[in-house]
C-alpha cells in the first residue's frame, strides 16, 4: 500500500522584547537559575498582569508578513495544566481569540517549484519554566526565569507532505522572523523550537490518520530526522495490524528514534477560559498602521531587489539573502568597493569558506564588512590581483589593520607598468627560447594550455605582482613571432 504523510508544525518563537510578556523581570539568557522571575511571573496573590505593548508589535509585523488578519481584538485565556515548572497552574496564552488569522508562506519545493503551506494562526503566550535533571541525581530542579517570556506561537495548517516540505517551512518562518527582528532565531538557546504534528494516511483516502506529536525540536536536522523515523514507525505499526496512538513523543538524537513522553492532550483537557486579570486585546487602525512603518524589507523582496540593482543572478541572490546578517554584511561590502558582482562572489567563496572551515557564524567573522568591503576595492580597481587578495585576506582575518595597510606594509601592490610588464615578459622568453618555438609551431588549440608555462614564469618574476590580464595580453602578443 502506498501512504501520504499529513504534516503541521507549531512554532514558538521567543520575542526579542528586554522584558517579560505581563512583568517587568528580564529575560536575559545565561542568567543564574531563579533569579529573574518576579511575583508576576509566579502568580503571587495580590499581581496583576500587565501586557508589554513590545509583543503586540511583534505580532503585527509577522502576521502581516504572512498576509494575515490582525484581530482587531483578541482575547488573553488560561489554559490550565499541572507541571512542576508552572508555579501558576495556568499558562496564559490566546485560544479562540488569537491576535494573528489565517495567513500563508510559501515555500520552494526540491523541483524548482513553489508550495503555499497555510498559517492557521498565531498567538501570544508566556513561556513555563525549566525542568532540570542533568545536575539533579535521581530530583529535578526548577529553573523559573523563563516564565513569562514572551512566546509568539505560529500554527500551520495540516498541508506537507514530507519532511523537506516542513524542513523548508520552518526554514522559511525562521528566516521571516529574523528578517523582521522579532526572534534572534537562536535554536542552542530555545528561542526558536518546533513542535511537529504527524500523521500517514493511505494515498488518496481524504481521512486524516490518528497524529502524534513531537515535542521541542530545536535543530532542523532533528525536525528532518524525527519526522522521517515517526513517519516509518506509524507505517509500521499499522502494517502489522496495530494502532497508532494519540500522543506526544520525544526524538532521541542520540538513538535517532521517537518515544513516547505522553498521551496527547485535547483543547477541552486544559479547561481554557478568558484571563480574568486581563482585558480583552483592541488593537486600532492607528496602532497598526503605526507598526507597519517599522516593516523591513522582507526576504523575497530583497532577493528580487539584489537582482535588479546589483544584476545579481537568482543563485547568488538567494545566498546573499537568505539570512538577514548576509544580506546586511553584502551590502556594506558592495558600497565600500562598488562591484557587485566581484563582492559577491568574494564573500560567498573566499569569506564563508573561511568562516565555515573556522566554524563560525557570520556574526563572529572576524572581518568585518567595512574592512572586507576594503579588500574588494582593491581587487576593483586593480591595486591588487586576486591571487595577492588571498594573501591579503589572510592577513586580514588575523589583525585588525584595513586592506589598505597591509598593501602598503607588505609592498603588494600589482605592477601595471607596462613598461616594467613588457621588460619581465622580454625576459622571461628570452630565457625560455626552446618552449617559445614550441609554442609557435603548436597547432593553435594547443596554444593556450602552453601560454600558461609563460604567465605563470612572468608572475614568479614579478613575485605575484604582475597584473595578469596585462601579462597575458603581452605573451600573446609577443608570442605570435
Known amino acids: 500500500m502506498q501512504w501520504e504523510t499529513v504534516i503541521g508544525l507549531e512554532i514558538h518563537t521567543q520575542l526579542t522584547t528586554h522584558s517579560k510578556i505581563f512583568s517587568g523581570a528580564s529575560i536575559a539568557f545565561g542568567?543564574?537559575?531563579?533569579?529573574?522571575?518576579?511575583?508576576?511571573?509566579?502568580?503571587?496573590p495580590g499581581v496583576l498582569p500587565v501586557l508589554n505593548e513590545a509583543v503586540v508589535k511583534k505580532a503585527i509585523l509577522f502576521g502581516t508578513a504572512v498576509e494575515a488578519e490582525i484581530a482587531r481584538r483578541s482575547v488573553f485565556a488560561r489554559k490550565n495544566y499541572f507541571y512542576p515548572d508552572l508555579p501558576k497552574g495556568y499558562q496564559i496564552s490566546q485560544f479562540e481569540l488569537p491576535i494573528v488569522g489565517p495567513g500563508h508562506v510559501d515555500i520552494l519545493l526540491g523541483d524548482g517549484q513553489e508550495k503555499r503551506i497555510g498559517v492557521t494562526r498565531a498567538h501570544l503566550e508566556e513561556d513555563a519554566g525549566k525542568s532540570l535533571h542533568e545536575d539533579f541525581q535521581g530530583m529535578t530542579g526548577i529553573d523559573l526565569n523563563r516564565a513569562g517570556t514572551p512566546l509568539l506561537e505560529i500554527v500551520s495548517e495540516p498541508d506537507m507532505r514530507s519532511a523537506k516540505e516542513a524542513l523548508a517551512y520552518a526554514r522559511k518562518i525562521h528566516q521571516i522572523v529574523t528578517y523582521l527582528g522579532i526572534c534572534d532565531g537562536n535554536m542552542q538557546?530555545?528561542?526558536f523550537r518546533m513542535d511537529a504534528n504527524v500523521s500517514v494516511r493511505p494515498l488518496?483516502?481524504?481521512k486524516l490518520g490518528t497524529r502524534t506529536e513531537l515535542k521541542n525540536l530545536n535543530s532542523f536536522r532533528f525536525l528532518e530526522k524525527a519526522i522521517n523515523f515517526e513517519v516509518d514507525r506509524q507505517i509500521d505499526v499499522i502494517e502489522s495490524g496495530g494502532k497508532v496512538n494519540q500522543e506526544t513523543r520525544l526524538y532521541d538524537p542520540q538513538k535517532g528514534e521517537t518515544r513516547s513522553m505522553r498521551s496527547k492532550e485535547e483543547a477541552n483537557d486544559y479547561r481554557y477560559f478568558p484571563d480574568p486579570?486581563?482585558?480583552p486585546l483592541v488593537i486600532d487602525e492607528d496602532f497598526i498602521a503605526d507598526t507597519v512603518k517599522e516593516m523591513p524589507e522582507l526576504p523575497e523582496a530583497r532577493r528580487q531587489r539584489f537582482q535588479t540593482q546589483y544584476g545579481l543572478s537568482?543563485?547568488?541572490?538567494?545566498v546573499l539573502t537568505a539570512t538577514r546578517a548576509q544580506a546586511d554584511f553584502y551590502e556594506v561590502v558592495v558600497a565600500e568597493a562598488g562591484d557587485a558582482k566581484l563582492s559577491?562572489?568574494?564573500v560567498m567563496v573566499e569569506l564563508f569558506g573561511a568562516l565555515n572551515k573556522a566554524g563560525l557564524d557570520l556574526e563572529a567573522s572576524p572581518v568585518s564588512a567595512e574592512r572586507f568591503g576594503g579588500l574588494v576595492k582593491r581587487i576593483a580597481d586593480n591595486t591588487i590581483s586576486g591571487k595577492i587578495a588571498k594573501t591579503v585576506f589572510e592577513v586580514l582575518w588575523d589583525s585588525k589593520d584595513s586592506a589598505d595597510a597591509i598593501i602598503e606594509a607588505k609592498g603588494l601592490k600589482q605592477i601595471t607598468d607596462s613598461g616594467a610588464?613588457?621588460?619581465?615578459?622580454d625576459e622571461v622568453l628570452a630565457e625560455n627560447a626552446q618552449q617559445v618555438e614550441n609554442y609557435r609551431n603548436a597547432p593553435a588549440d594547443k596554444q593556450?594550455?602552453?601560454?600558461?608555462?609563460f604567465v605563470g614564469q612572468v608572475m614568479k618574476k614579478s613575485q605575484g605582482k604582475a597584473n595578469p590580464k596585462q601579462v597575458n595580453q603581452l605573451l600573446q602578443e609577443r608570442l605570435k613571432g
Request: glycine share 12%; proline share 5%; aromatic share 10%.
Open 31 to 44: 542568567a543564574e537559575p531563579n533569579t529573574q522571575a518576579c511575583l508576576v511571573d509566579l502568580g503571587f
Open 189 to 191: 538557546e530555545g528561542s
Open 204 to 206: 488518496g483516502e481524504e
Open 277 to 279: 486579570d486581563l482585558l
Open 314 to 318: 537568482g543563485y547568488d541572490a538567494d
Open 344 to 346: 559577491a562572489n568574494w
Open 421 to 425: 610588464i613588457e621588460s619581465i615578459v
Open 448 to 453: 593556450p594550455k602552453m601560454l600558461g608555462f
